[in-house]
């Protein structure tokens, strides 16, 4: 078994990426489809028209040199590795050169053609949650489905997993209590403003934003001065 290394230092490269999404499949997409972290995904990739790279540009500030191993004797070994060098030595800068054109040109229309041009949303189907009309059964919208069955849901997960995955990690890593017995988002969040049990602004907003939506056109100037919590 031949085995050749080689690698490259000082690598750089620039990446410009087009990413065209549908804004009418962007309206016309309703919030009960992305309620299954299952369909995200491909709910997602079907709002895309088109996505490719624009830009490419590639640049290499050392080639090092091959080594080979693994011929069937150390004497085939060392003339391989000699014929090797000698080519590399005689090509090097010219694949340096070379780099940035290959980058822009073959590797980026390659990208472009094998990889990126199955992102589409020809090729993504973003299903309806099979949910029944009525009223929300709010123990299977933010529960998982064992604890929604004691509770009084169905627990077949009508709404999907991802609220109830949401809530869960509210719970775990925001509501559950800490060292001190208090939510950890005391500790994490709240402590990290506060001082001496006190959270204190001073002059916390001064400026003026315009505003134009439809036919409304206002100039907006939200203040606080001094505001303190204790």
């Known amino acids: 078994k031949v085995k050749i290394s080689v690698g490259v230092d000082q690598l750089e490269a620039v990446i410009s990426i087009l990413l065209a999404v549908d804004e009418n499949a962007l309206g016309s997409l309703s919030l009960g489809r992305l309620l299954d ?15 490719e790279l624009s830009e490419m540009s590639v640049s290499v500030g ?15 070994d060392r003339l391989v590795s000699r014929g090797v ?14 780099a940035p054109n290959v980058a822009s040109t073959l590797l980026k229309n390659m990208v472009n053609s094998e990889l990126l041009s ?9 299903p309806i949650l099979g949910t029944k009309g009525g009223f929300i059964n709010f123990h299977d919208l933010l529960l998982k489905p064992q604890d929604a069955a004691v509770s009084g849901g169905s627990g077949q997960e009508p709404y999907g997993d991802l609220i109830p995955t949401l809530m869960t990690l509210l719970r775990e890593q925001f509501l559950a209590p800490g060292d001190d017995g208090l939510p950890i988002a005391n500790s994490k969040f709240i402590r990290q403003f506060a001082k001496e049990g006190s959270l204190v602004f001073g002059d916390l907003f001064d400026s ?12 907006v100037a939200l203040k606080a001065y001094n505001a303190r919590i204790e």
Request: glycine content about 10%.
């Open 62 to 76: 050392n080639i090092r040199e091959p080594t080979l191993e693994g011929f069937v004797s150390p004497g085939i």
């Open 118 to 126: 199955q992102f589409n949303g020809d090729n993504a189907d973003c």
């Open 85 to 98: 060098k000698a080519l590399f030595l005689m090509y090097e800068k010219l694949l340096l050169d070379a």
């Open 37 to 51: 972290t299952s369909n995200l995904p491909s709910c997602l990739l079907s709002l895309v028209h088109a996505v």
């Open 208 to 219: 003026g934003t315009r505003v134009q939506v439809g036919g409304l056109d206002a100039q």
